[in-house]
């Protein structure tokens, strides 16, 4: 059995948490959002099938957008398999600075992420904002950007800020959001792998497509294999956003037995790089 760290997973406390997204008539407008609606937590993670999961990286979910450290409280509370936390932080806020002394109080935090999406290149040209990603680079604390790739302009804007703050780890969430193999992404995906500190997760494949499969996910992540190099590309889940479409265990499957990598690709993919990356302390 591969032994594996997720770096891109969410757990659910719907008795404590707001999750405001999960609830109707909230952004992503999706009809079969009910499937995920209920609390997750360390113990689904279990049913991994063909993957001994040793670790993870848990990605904010909504928990308490006003008071981010909530959802840090209640998962080093909780868990007990070595983790690391990507804490939800507003880089519009006046308040970013507060926040993040009030984040760097919990031993599990590594990084922030706030979701740029369609907003991409407007927030990454606004001079505070940059001034904020600044912080968190002096801080050395991760910097998780999900945007759709697709978009030039997007891509452009968070090069820029990039080439201004060389030491900014970046992370690029969901490939990019690619809804296929195209060109403007894939001069976005080349166009950010000069950046020795960008480094990217292949997951949400759930999200643009429910029918998703390994076939038609791999030269996808073939591609950003080749641009960025096998030590800055990693898989993950997605989970439990990739229940709308699949088990953990067939996400799992689908990664380790359908896509056929070779031992060492394999070992880099789901384990080497997100230890290093995200500082998990795992032998």
Known sequence: MSRVIDPHLHLFNLEEGDYRWLQEGHAPEWSDKNKIRRSFNESDLSQSGSADIVGFVHI???FDNSSP??????????CELPFRSIA???????SFGEHLEKLKEFSSLVGVRYILDNAAQAVLSDPNVIKRLEMLSDNQLIFEAQLSLPDQGASCALADVMQQLPNLKVVINHCGSPLQLNEQWMHSITRLAHHPEC?????????????????QAKPIIS????????????LASNFPVSEL???????????????KWKGFEKDMLI??????IYQLDID
Not at 88 to 94: A, G, H, I, K, W
Not at 245 to 259: F, I, N, P
Request: charged share 30%.
């Open 223 to 234: 591609f950003a294999i080749r641009q960025f190099g096998l030590t800055r590309v990693m």
């Open 88 to 94: 939800y932080l507003d880089l519009t806020s006046d």
């Open 69 to 78: 450290w909530r959802e840090l409280e209640w998962l080093e509370s909780h």
């Open 199 to 215: 480094s990217i997760k292949c997951s949400g494949w759930e999200m643009f497509n429910r029918d998703w499969s390994a076939e």
């Open 271 to 276: 384990f080497e790089n997100a230890k290093r």
């Open 245 to 259: 479409t699949c088990t953990y265990a067939e996400v799992w499957q689908r990664y380790l037995k359908e896509m």
């Open 60 to 62: 904010e979910a909504g």
